[in-house]
């Protein structure tokens, strides 16, 4: 599944995405990091939350 999904993102027609890794502190005051995908048109949005 996941190879399927790789080759229609390197289609040149295929959509621009960005991998977006943010720091979020946990309840115990120490910090993990969140990655997550998104498409490059909400990079800003994404960060914003």
């Given amino acids: ?3 399927k999904v ?3 993102l390197k289609q040149p ?3 621009k995405f960005a991998k977006v890794i943010r720091t979020v502190k946990t309840a115990s005051g120490s910090y993990s ?3 997550e ?9 994404a960060l914003a939350k």
């Fill in 33 to 35: 990091f969140k990655e």
């Fill in 13 to 15: 027609g295929g959509a």
């Fill in 1 to 3: 599944m996941a190879k």
């Fill in 37 to 45: 995908m998104v498409a490059e048109a909400d990079v800003k949005k």
């Fill in 6 to 8: 790789v080759a229609t």
